[in-house]
């Protein structure tokens, strides 16, 4: 039985593991976001998944270096599609290296792992303080 005894401290750990990657990816967000170039960007298709139940990624044009109009095809697919057509979006890019593109505001990633993060670490101080008064 004292294998039991490292479970709320197992899952505290990974708690603070997520609640560190979500603060790392936030990081890394803001980072590409301050340090590049934004620019208004349209959706102008909806690339969608083969099968039954497709997932929807967008076409986005907006104008980049040089002010040429430039293509990004998002590689995030999700279902329902998160955006629509016509829909108006924050892209962010570097200039020297115009392949590095970002939809703007994308913190679901965040989110989830922040999410997480916070209900393991909830979780492991309550079964480390429940542990802590038993004999």
Not at 36 to 58: D, Q
Request: proline fraction near 6%; aromatic fraction near 16%; include cysteine.
């Amino acid at each position: 039985m004292t294998f039991f005894r490292f479970i709320p401290t197992v899952v505290l750990l990974a708690g603070l593991c997520f609640l560190g990657a979500a603060g790392y990816q936030f990081y890394v967000l803001r980072q590409f976001e301050q340090g590049n170039t934004a620019a208004r960007g349209y959706v102008i298709a909806l690339n969608a998944t083969r099968g039954p139940k497709p997932s929807y990624a967008p076409t986005v044009q907006y104008v980049g270096v040089g002010g040429r109009a430039t293509l990004y095809h998002h590689d995030v697919f999700s279902r329902p599609a998160q955006y629509f057509v016509g829909q108006e979006v924050t892209v962010y890019y570097d200039p020297a290296h115009p392949e590095r593109v970002r939809l703007g505001g994308e913190y679901f990633g965040v989110y989830i792992l922040g999410g997480l993060g916070a209900g393991f670490t909830l979780v492991g101080s309550l079964l480390g303080g429940w542990r802590l008064g038993r004999p």
